[in-house]
């Protein structure tokens, strides 16, 4: 079942692995693959896995795919073919611009404390190195429960002398989505040096992309959170491009990102399926996607909302997906996130996780979750998880808390202690 005039069936049919018993309700960590795209990568690899650039006919049936990858990847954020990388992970990503960044001795950078680790370990790594001052970002309201990344905070944290700011567009563990237009008129305000530098990972599989209207410098996510293999596209903006060294062979060009940052790392296989991921969204359409997002998390949010006593949900309450994609966080008073994560799948198929998600900073320092190993419950939907399915999982979910599953069987303190969430 599906919002109307949303075929479900249809849609979950273009997903070979949802045919499988289990419910795939961590997709934040990775989404199910599109049959379109699987078939292209089999074909490829099965007909023209060559070296790219030379003359004869399969390597130039390989290039001509390889670059047709590059073009729709660029196309779909809106910019030019010369402004994309395709590598491994967007912390890769990072991890390649903080070593080509040019920088100044005296310059400042700002990292959101809301962040996952690969936007923030590479540029605080830079710091070290390079002896930079680094300013850290922490929201001033609700900061516990549902923290913003908001102007009116980072206009005090950026000056003449800030270099950089990074942030995530979207918070893995909180699931708010961040005003990226409205920071990035702060920043640039700032200093006409200032660049900003934005995670999309957990945004990129439920909105559309248009890095003009963002005003970002630097803006990366994975593919295979989109529907795709396990490539992820970075892009670089025209007034960043100079401000960066490149990373390639000497005897090689700096017109473009692909030859300054790409080592060689988007494989071809992945870069070539693109064009697959991009059509099938085309086809859905974003604002049928949206409906249908809504529609279900507000079937999980409407149930964690009615028990405040015991559940904390960490973000914005409401399923408006102008304010919070399907993302969902919480914690439930007096028992931990890992004792209830076992109970739910030992009498269940509904597959969901516990935890930091690699955003260990804003656990523990910001929403103050008494063991960030513990961490929070996360159960992350896409558009072809279902109604029934997520009913599934609110009536195995409240059986488990009733229960008491995750409470700990010796009546300790600490994590599972009563007092804390």
Not at 94 to 123: Q, Y
Not at 340 to 349: G, K, Q
Not at 373 to 384: I, M, P, Q, T, W
Request: charge should be negative.
């Amino acid at each position: 079942m599906g919002s109307a005039g949303f075929d479900i069936d249809a849609i979950r049919a273009q997903f070979p692995a949802l045919a499988q018993k289990q419910v795939f309700m961590d997709n934040a960590g990775g989404s199910q693959v599109l049959g379109s795209v699987i078939d292209s990568i089999a074909t490829y690899l099965r007909t023209t896995n060559v070296q790219l650039g030379a003359s004869y006919p399969v390597s130039q049936q390989s290039t001509s795919k390889f670059s047709a990858g590059h073009v729709a990847g660029a196309k779909y954020i809106n910019a030019s073919p010369d402004q994309v990388v395709f590598g491994p992970s967007t912390t890769q990503h990072f991890r390649n611009l903080s070593t080509a960044l040019k920088t100044e001795p005296g310059d400042e950078i700002v990292l959101s404390k809301l962040d996952h680790e690969a936007n923030v370990a590479g540029w605080l790594q830079m710091a070290k190195w390079r002896g930079l001052k680094v300013v850290w970002w922490v929201p001033s309201k609700d900061t516990d429960s549902n923290p913003k990344l908001v102007p009116e905070d980072l206009r005090k944290l950026v000056n003449d002398k800030t270099r950089l700011v990074a942030c995530t567009h979207t918070s893995n563990i909180l699931g708010t989505v961040t005003d990226l237009a409205a920071l990035s008129e702060v920043v640039h305000a700032a200093n006409p040096r200032a660049l900003f530098a934005a995670d999309a990972v957990a945004y990129a599989p439920h909105a559309p992309v248009d890095v003009q209207a963002f005003g970002v410098d630097f803006y990366s996510f994975s593919w295979y959170k989109v529907y795709g293999p396990h490539v992820a596209m970075l892009y670089v903006s025209p007034r960043a491009h100079p401000e960066i060294e490149t990373l390639g062979h000497y005897f090689k060009t700096t017109s473009t990102l692909e030859e300054m940052l790409g080592l060689a790392a988007g494989s071809y296989e992945a870069v070539q399926a693109v064009p697959e991921i991009i059509a099938y969204l085309s086809r859905v359409g974003w604002d049928a996607i949206s409906k249908q997002e809504e529609q279900i998390q507000e079937i999980l949010l409407k149930y964690l909302r009615s028990k405040p006593d015991i559940i904390k949900i960490y973000g914005e309450p409401s399923c408006d997906r102008k304010l919070r994609i399907p993302l969902v966080s919480w914690r439930v008073k007096g028992q931990s996130s890992l004792g209830i994560i076992d109970a739910i799948e030992a009498r269940s198929n509904y597959g969901c996780r516990n935890g930091h998600f690699y955003s260990k900073r804003l656990c523990e320092e910001v929403l103050n979750v008494p063991d960030a190993d513990d961490g929070v419950l996360r159960c992350s939907l896409l558009h072809y998880n279902t109604v029934e399915e997520v009913e599934g999982l609110v009536k195995v979910l409240d059986e488990v808390i009733t229960e008491g599953a995750g409470k700990n069987p010796q009546g300790g303190e600490g994590r599972n202690d009563v007092s804390n969430w």
